[in-house]
C-alpha cells in the first residue's frame, strides 16, 4: 500500500492506494499500521481522506493481527465521519474486509466492469447456497448502483473515475469547521425581475396544463445552477428522488428534488434513505439545502409497508429535522400529505419556503379527497338520479380553490412568497445571501437516534 499527501487543484488531500500485485492486496500488520497512520494524519490536519481501494481481505497467515488493523481502520473512518470528506475508489475487486471501510466513507467510485465488492465471493455461495452467480452479477458497479444503493458515481474507465473524484472535491470544504469553496460571482443589482436570463424565463412555461403530466426536474435544476452545471450523486438509485452538488452565485450548494418522471415522484424507501444520506452530508460539510418539491405522496403498496416504509422513511424527516445548515424550499407542483412534510416543509425547520403558482399544497389531491368528504353528497346524488360526474368535478374544483392553491398557504405562513417560476434563481440567490451568517442551536444531546 501507497500512503501520502499532496494536493488537487491546489487543495491539500491525504490518499492511500492499495497494490493488489502484493500478496493479492490482502492486509497485514505494516499495510494496516500504513493506512492507520494516514488516516489519522488527514484528522488531525483537516484534509479530505481519498483511498484507491483493491484488495481481497485479510492476510491470513498473520492472523488476528489483520483482524485488529481492520478494526482500527474502521474505527478511524468513523472518528472522521462528519470532519473531513472520505472517498473511496475500487479499482479492482474488494473482498471480506476491504468492502467496509469503503461502506463508511462519505462517497464510493466504482469502475464499470473493472471493480466488484463483495463480503463473500460467487465460489463461497456456491457451496453454501447452491446459486450460481458471476463476480460481476455479485459486486460489479451496476450491482451497487442500482440495487445495493452502496454506490454513488460509476465511472467508465480509471481516468473517469479520478476526474469525478476532482469535480466532488471543488464542492466540498477541507474539513467540517470551514467553509465550501467559492468561487467570485458578480452579485446582480436591482430587482430580480431587472436580472432575468432566457434560461430563467423557460421555467414560466416548464410545467404542463395537467397535473397528472410528467416532466423532467432536471431542466428546473439545471436553468437554477450556475452555467448549468450538476453534480448528479447517485444518479442509477432510486431515480424517484434526484440528489447532487450545483452552484448558486458561486455558492455550493446540494439539490433535492422529486423526479415526475419516475412514479409520479413518489418517495418510496429507496428514495428517502438516498435522500436522508446525502442531506446529512450537506449538513456535515455547511452545504445548504435547496429542496425542489413535486410530491403526490409516499408510493403505496404492501411491499413498501411490509419493508419499513414507515421506519426507514422517518430517515429522511430525522435527517432534514437536525439539519443546521440554511435551507430552502420550492414547491414546484404538488406537495400533499405526510410527503409535505418530509420535503423540506416550513414546520420542519426549512428557513426560506417558496412556491410556484402552480403549487398544490393539501392533505391530499382534489380526486381523492373528493371521494372522502363529500361521500355521502355523491351517493345521494346517485340516488336522485344527478349526474354524478358532473358533481365530483365542481366539488373538486372548489377543492381546489379553496384548499389546494398556494396562496392559502402563504395567507397562513407555510408558504414566505408565491413567485413567478422565473425568479425562482434569483429568489434563492438572495435567500442564501440572508442565511449565510445563520446561527442554529440543537438541544444538549450526545447523539440523536436517527430510526436505522
Not at 474502521?74 to 468492502?99: E, T
Not at 446529512?280 to 409516499?298: E, K, Q, W
Not at 416550513?346 to 363529500?374: E, L, R
Request: proline share 5%; with cysteine; aromatic share 8%.
Amino acid at each position: 500500500v501507497i500512503t501520502g499527501y499532496g494536493t488537487i487543484d491546489g487543495r491539500d488531500v491525504c490518499i492511500f492506494s492499495q497494490d493488489a500485485t502484493v500478496f493479492g492486496g490482502s492486509l497485514g500488520e505494516v499495510y494496516g499500521e500504513k493506512i492507520v497512520k494516514v488516516q489519522e494524519l488527514a484528522i488531525k490536519t483537516g484534509r479530505p481522506l481519498i483511498g484507491i481501494n483493491d484488495g481481497a481481505g485479510a492476510r491470513i497467515q498473520e492472523g488476528v493481527v489483520s483482524l485488529g488493523l481492520y478494526s482500527k481502520i474502521f474505527r478511524n473512518n468513523i472518528l472522521a465521519s462528519g470532519v473531513i470528506p472520505q472517498i473511496s475508489l475500487i479499482m479492482g475487486a474488494a473482498a471480506g474486509g476491504h468492502v467496509y471501510s469503503p461502506a463508511l466513507t462519505d462517497f464510493v467510485v466504482m469502475v464499470d466492469q473493472t471493480s466488484q465488492m463483495f463480503i463473500t465471493g460467487p465460489d463461497v455461495i456456491k457451496t453454501v447456497t447452491g446459486e450460481d452467480v458471476t463476480m460481476e452479477e455479485l459486486g460489479g458497479a451496476h450491482t451497487h448502483m442500482a440495487k445495493s444503493g452502496t454506490l454513488h458515481y460509476v465511472a467508465s474507465g480509471e481516468q473517469d473515475a479520478f476526474d469525478w473524484v476532482r469535480d466532488l472535491l471543488s464542492y466540498l470544504p477541507p474539513n467540517n469547521a470551514t467553509d465550501a469553496p467559492r468561487y467570485a460571482e458578480p452579485i446582480p443589482e436591482g430587482a430580480i425581475e431587472d436580472n432575468l436570463t432566457e434560461e430563467d424565463l423557460e421555467l414560466d412555461t416548464l410545467i404542463p396544463d395537467s397535473a397528472n403530466q410528467p416532466y423532467d426536474m432536471h431542466e428546473v435544476i439545471t436553468r437554477i445552477l450556475d452555467d448549468d452545471e450538476f453534480l448528479e450523486i447517485q444518479n442509477g438509485y432510486a431515480t424517484n428522488i434526484v440528489v447532487g452538488f450545483g452552484r448558486i452565485e458561486g455558492r455550493p450548494v446540494g439539490i433535492v428534488a422529486n423526479q415526475p418522471t419516475q412514479f409520479a415522484g413518489c418517495l418510496d424507501i429507496n428514495a428517502s434513505e438516498k435522500a436522508a444520506r446525502f442531506v446529512r452530508t450537506c449538513d456535515c460539510f455547511n452545504i445548504p439545502i435547496i429542496m425542489l418539491v413535486d410530491v403526490p405522496g409516499f408510493l403505496p403498496g404492501t411491499g413498501q409497508e411490509y419493508n419499513g416504509i414507515i421506519r426507514r422513511g422517518a430517515k429522511l424527516l430525522f435527517a432534514y429535522g437536525e439539519a443546521t445548515v440554511p435551507k430552502i424550499t420550492v414547491i414546484t407542483r404538488k406537495a400533499y400529505g405526510g410527503a409535505y412534510c418530509v420535503m423540506g416543509s416550513k414546520d420542519m425547520g426549512c428557513d426560506v419556503n417558496i412556491a410556484w403558482p402552480t403549487a398544490q399544497i393539501a392533505v391530499m389531491g382534489a380526486s381523492g379527497a373528493v371521494g372522502f368528504v363529500y361521500r355521502k353528497q355523491l351517493a345521494e346524488a346517485a340516488k336522485e338520479g344527478k349526474d354524478v360526474d358532473v358533481l365530483r368535478l365542481e366539488l373538486q374544483q372548489e377543492y381546489e380553490d379553496t384548499l389546494v392553491n398556494p396562496y392559502v398557504a402563504a395567507e397562513r405562513g407555510y408558504v414566505d412568497a408565491v413567485i413567478p417560476p422565473s425568479h425562482t434563481r434569483g429568489y434563492i440567490g438572495t435567500a442564501l445571501r440572508l442565511l449565510e451568517r445563520k446561527i442554529a442551536h440543537l438541544p444538549p444531546k450526545k447523539h440523536g437516534n436517527i430510526p436505522l
